[in-house]
């Protein structure tokens, strides 16, 4: 943004992320279903390479807005990096591999905080430079995305190819919509031997009908809008606070990197917390 002027930074940049990614987010869903997680954390991870090309490269206002809507593409397939550990683990686990994927998370932002603190406050090192280190890492982890075990299985599209194996054998790995009926209620889906067929058993039905049940659970309708709210309100003030900054602060020192450093030691501190003084929201809740 050096050769940008902060007002179009405000008005023609930053605002590009936000519908590109509000434009890619269900299309990122469904390819992540229906591709199966690998795919589209490969694209995640050329996605960042691009943004940091473009940070390094780039110095028009086109440019920058291209940046911005690369990193909307890389906000939208999060969802695969969220749900892809899920799709090779037992449902007995999922508790325990969320909690590591939330903490290796944390952990990557702050040790990246930390040192781009360090390196900015004592060792000069320029912009440029931290963007060509961070290049590199974006780099290493896409050649490691390419490593990463091709799930066999996901949420929707991905069923019934697996149905014929579990018929034969009974202890075979469910999908994730089986393991989420306990009390073994069969899906509309596998009503009869010929609704493979019919209108009933298409994907698109199978997601509305799920839609319908995470509505109807009291508990799943808190946790959805709790985040919403949640996502809605980080985004807002991380995005203000960095346009704020820039209009406040006449210093040429920067602590962003301090201040990204304690806020995630923070979040890192309330989710041991969590863990510690376990509260279960279905128990807690009034509304169950």
């Not at 905080?113 to 290493?140: E, H, P």
């Not at 979040?267 to 917390?273: D, E, G």
Request: glycine share 4%.
């Amino acid at each position: 943004y050096v050769f940008i002027h902060s007002f179009d930074v405000t008005n023609e940049i930053t605002p590009v992320l936000t519908y590109s990614y509000m434009a890619v987010l269900v299309p990122a869903f469904l390819l992540t279903d229906l591709l199966r997680y690998k795919p589209v954390l490969i694209i995640q991870g050329i996605s960042q390479v691009v943004i940091w090309l473009i940070l390094f490269l780039g110095d028009t206002l086109l440019q920058m807005q291209f940046m911005e809507f690369f990193y909307g593409i890389t906000m939208a397939c999060r969802v695969a990096y969220s749900s892809y550990i899920f799709s090779l683990v037992s449902p007995v686990l999922y508790q325990r591999v969320a909690g590591y994927s939330r903490s290796s998370v944390l952990l990557g932002v702050f040790i990246s905080s930390v040192l781009g603190q360090l390196c900015m406050s004592l060792g000069n090192i320029t912009y440029s430079t931290l963007s060509v280190i961070s290049l590199g890492f974006v780099s290493f982890g896409l050649l490691l995305s390419l490593c990463l075990p091709w799930p066999k299985r996901s949420l929707f599209f991905n069923r019934t190819k697996n149905r014929e194996q579990r018929e034969l054998t009974p202890m075979a790995a469910k999908s994730e919509l089986d393991q989420i009926n306990p009390k073994g209620e069969a899906p509309s889906s596998a009503a009869s031997p010929n609704s493979a067929s019919s209108w009933k058993d298409s994907v698109f039905v199978q997601m509305l009908v799920e839609v319908r049940n995470v509505v109807k659970k009291p508990s799943l309708r808190l946790w959805s809008l709790w985040w919403v709210f949640n996502s809605t309100g980080y985004y807002l003030v991380l995005f203000y606070v960095h346009i704020l900054w820039s209009k406040v602060s006449d210093n040429e020192k920067v602590y962003n990197g301090g201040v990204e450093a304690a806020s995630t030691l923070l979040i890192n501190i309330f989710s041991h917390c969590r863990i510690i003084f376990h509260c279960n929201i279905k128990s807690c809740s009034p509304m169950e």
